[in-house]
């Protein structure tokens, strides 16, 4: 049977985020998070590759998410 979503998230992702102690953490942050982690991997200059992991249609897509260039750039 598959793992709906609210039941994922009831009894095995929050009571890991509250376990980590990192309390609002919602399982789509995690999206958020590799993304930045992959930039910061593979640099600024290779956007495209990021987006096509994500499945973005293209590359502009990635505008909307402005904390991942801010966070790349904190880091160089």
Known sequence: MPLRHGNFNAR???AVVKALGLPGTR???LRHFAASAHLLLVGEGRVGEVSKRLGHASPASRSTCTGTSSITRAAT
């Open 12 to 14: 095995v992702f929050n």
């Open 27 to 29: 399982f789509h942050d």
